[in-house]
Nanobody, 125 residues
Framework: VPVVQSGGGLVQPGTSLRLSCAAS????????VAWFRQAPGKERERVSC????????YYADYVKGRFTMSRDVAKKTVFLQMNNLEPDDTATYYC???????????????????WGQGAQVTVSS
């Protein structure tokens, strides 16, 4: 299902942002959804994901306790709430989804067929 992102911006360290990822013309039912980020000069890395058959999100260690991934009941929108942002969180954030059956952590970025347009998050004082 195609996805459309919103959110992002320039914020100071310690503040919060929320990113949204909306399913365009469909829902995330039976879809695995992931948030990736890519900073300049670095590889794309997985931040968080929710498996199609589970409701408990996975978080990378460097965001655990600060970021929360959730989805609405109708499964049409997925959110990434980012609290206590740090300068190292500065990156372009991407929402990705596909109809995948296994636990979301086994899939690399190349296995997701639908990607959002990206949202720039800059954390700076």
């Amino acid at each position: 299902v195609p996805v459309v992102q919103s959110g992002g911006g320039l914020v100071q360290p310690g503040t919060s942002l929320r990113l949204s990822c909306a399913a365009s013309g469909g829902t995330f039912y039976d879809h695995t959804v992931a948030w990736f980020r890519q900073a300049p000069g670095k590889e794309r890395e997985r931040v968080s994901c929710i498996s199609s058959h589970l409701d408990t999100p996975y978080y990378a260690d460097y965001v655990k306790g600060r970021f929360t991934m959730s989805r609405d009941v109708a499964k049409k929108t997925v959110f990434l709430q980012m609290n206590n942002l740090e300068p190292d969180d500065t990156a372009t954030y991407y929402c990705a989804t596909d109809r995948l059956d296994l636990t979301c952590t086994v899939y690399g970025a190349h296995e997701f067929g639908a990607w959002g347009q990206g949202a720039q998050v800059t954390v700076s004082s």
